[in-house]
């Protein structure tokens, strides 16, 4: 049996480090679709590998049709606690989050895991933003205006995955300042 041989994409990188975003504008048909073809794997392993979701791509468990990713809009939030962290942290409803992060729903009841949780605010990269009002797209520093839309209407373009966004998506590494980092449940300094 023969080697496995696949592609591996070099797009242009700016001295950043982030992805230069290609000029779609003065392509044909065939070759934007075939772009986005490359957009959709792409996306697809941010999904896997960085949370990414919006309308159409990652799990949509984890999208927030609001752009705010916040504990104040996570289904696993009940009041000030997280079931999955555990009572002993106070949550920021406006601004903190995490990895663990899901759309409020109804039909998902939560289970209360008690005071210690099944994993820390370390475990799960809790943040609280410092911009005071969440996480998401809209506010990350490595997005900007696409040159022109997807099929799809995405009219952002993530300079770190290579990818057109709407502003309401959101992945983990979506660039926002926190105000801690935390160990275990307790905050390990503030800036």
């Known amino acids: 049996m023969a080697d ?3 592609i591996v994409l070099h797009p242009d990188i700016a001295r950043d480090g982030l992805f230069l975003q290609p000029d ?11 772009h986005e073809v490359e957009e959709f794997h792409n996306r697809e392993r941010f999904a896997a590998k960085f ?3 919006d309308e159409e791509q990652g799990d949509h468990r984890t999208y927030d049709p609001k752009g705010r990713y916040n504990c104040g809009r996570c ?14 942290l106070k949550l920021e409803l406006e601004a903190g989050s995490c990895f663990g992060w899901e759309n409020l729903f ?10 210690k949780g099944v994993a820390t605010a370390e475990q799960l990269m809790y943040g609280v933003a410092k911009n005071g009002i969440g996480f998401g797209c809209v506010r990350c520093p490595y997005r900007e205006k696409a040159y022109e839309p997807d099929s799809l209407g ?3 373009f993530c300079r770190k995955g290579y990818f057109r966004v709407p502003n309401s998506a959101c992945c983990a590494l979506n660039g ?5 980092e935390y160990e275990g449940n307790s905050p390990a ?3």
């Not at 779609?24 to 075939?34: F, M, Q």
């Not at 000030?80 to 002993?88: S, V």
């Not at 109804?106 to 005071?115: C, K, Q, T, V, W």
């Not at 926002?176 to 801690?180: F, I, P, T, W």
Request: some cysteine; hydrophobic content about 25%.
């Open 75 to 88: 289904n696993q939030a009940e009041s000030e606690k997280c079931e999955l962290i555990g009572k002993a």
């Open 176 to 180: 926002a300042e926190v105000k801690s």
């Open 51 to 53: 949370h990414y979701a």
């Open 189 to 191: 300094r503030t800036p």
């Open 106 to 115: 109804a039909g998902d009841p939560e289970l209360d895991f008690g005071r």
């Open 24 to 34: 779609t504008r003065e392509w044909d048909n065939d070759k934007k679709a075939e």
């Open 4 to 6: 496995l041989v696949r």
């Open 154 to 156: 995405r009219d952002q």
